[in-house]
């Protein structure tokens, strides 16, 4: 089961889907496109555990973190 | 003169045991929070929880040296993917990331953090990400702060 982990003003938002399934990776897809596209950046971790950040979805990715546009504090 | 002095011992005594009655609920109030987020709506309700779930997340995501000293120091170290530097994020919302120097002693003071109102976890595990794969971006929109440790 893959995993996509928005964060948001509720602590964070999972969404579980079936990478085998075509429907729920294409749903998977058109979220990533909604949440970059409104300024998120992607990450995933390696095998190695190191962040890497996915401008493009990547339907072999097991979890991917979203978290919102960085701002000056 | 005895009267008014009995007077004002009383309403002190009374004032002290008030201050203490509420001290004592707030301490256990679970959900307690930072007083500037109390404005934001449906900010409060299950703090703690989602508190919780946000330090969980950035475990998950630490590597097993910056676990260990974020466990026992509350702050790990990052390193910038473009200039190598070494980053002290301390456990927070703002202004809690320090370039360390060479001997690794908190130098500038930098304030970025991910837009929106997240938790610690979240902010922390935001801040860890942008830095050691977008350094220059995540600097670009940081402010700095004079730091005070040493």
């Known amino acids: 089961m893959a995993r996509q982990i928005v964060m948001d003003r509720t602590g964070d938002t999972r969404h579980n889907f079936d990478a085998k399934n075509a429907d729920a990776l294409l749903r998977a897809e058109e979220r990533f496109r909604e949440l970059t596209g409104a300024g998120f950046t992607a990450a995933v971790r390696t095998a190695s555990g190191e962040a890497v950040v996915k401008r493009t979805f990547d339907p072999s990715a097991e979890e991917t973190l979203f978290f919102p546009r960085l701002v000056g504090g | ?150």
Not at chain 2, 56 to 62: A, P, V, Y
Not at chain 2, 127 to 141: G, N, P, Y
């Open chain 2, 1 to 150: 003169m005895r009267d008014a002095k009995e007077r004002v011992r009383l309403f002190l005594s009374e004032r002290g045991r008030r201050a203490r009655v509420l001290r004592d609920s707030l301490r256990r109030q679970p959900d307690r929070i930072y007083p500037s987020s109390r404005f934001v709506p449906g900010f409060r309700y299950g703090y703690g929880e989602r508190e919780a779930r946000g330090l969980e997340l950035l475990k998950e995501w630490l590597s097993p040296e910056q676990f260990a000293q974020y466990d026992a120091k509350s702050y790990f170290e990052v390193t910038g993917c473009h200039s190598g530097k070494r980053y002290r994020i301390s456990h927070g919302t703002s202004m809690n990331i320090y370039e360390l120097d060479g001997a690794g002693r908190p130098r500038v003071g930098w304030c970025f953090v991910p837009k929106g109102y997240l938790v610690a976890g979240d902010v922390m595990l935001a801040q860890k990400i942008a830095l050691e794969t977008d350094e220059r971006h995540a600097l670009t929109v940081a402010n700095t702060f004079f730091s005070y440790l040493d």
